[in-house]
């Protein structure tokens, strides 16, 4: 992939025609997408995020990242005629369909003189946030220090309230 490629990419261009016309339940009451701009984190993380990545001739990395109130409206906005049931599972395939409609749309804009673009599959993940009926969550890490540097590694779980027997041992608050 060279620099020029990426450096060329207008995200406006390519993916806020996209996100109008996949997102357009949400946009209906007068909102809009503020143009892209440059970032040099992301924050914060939301309730709910969906990944999808493009590769070829240039390196694409989507990241919608929702409030768990707005996911959950746009899952019932998409669910509504199908008779679906409204729960998590859903939640979360509709999100994966949304964002793999989006990526596969973009690689049409996004091949260069014929090359292809690569798409993976959607990744849907949810943050650690303290939601209602969970009071607090159990972050823990590990770390690798290495000669090439360091690897942290994170695990978050809901806290447990008492401890519980498993397969693996003792799990306790």
Known sequence: ?????????????????????SLAHLLAKGHAFTPFESVSVI???????SMISLTGPVSVMLLLNFDYAMAWRLMQEEVRELGMTENDETLEAVLGEITNIIGGNATTSLA??????????????????????LNEVLIQRS???HELGKLDVYCVTPAIPD???TDYGLIAK
């Open 143 to 145: 770390s690798l220090e």
């Open 43 to 49: 924050e914060p993380i939301r309730d709910v995020s």
């Open 1 to 21: 992939m060279s620099k020029n490629a990426d450096a060329g990419l207008k995200p406006d261009q390519i993916f806020t025609p996209l996100l109008n016309t």
């Open 163 to 165: 401890a519980i027997e």
């Open 112 to 133: 260069f003189a014929g090359q292809t673009v690569h798409l993976s599959l959607p990744l849907i993940f949810r943050s650690a946030k303290i939601r209602p009926g």
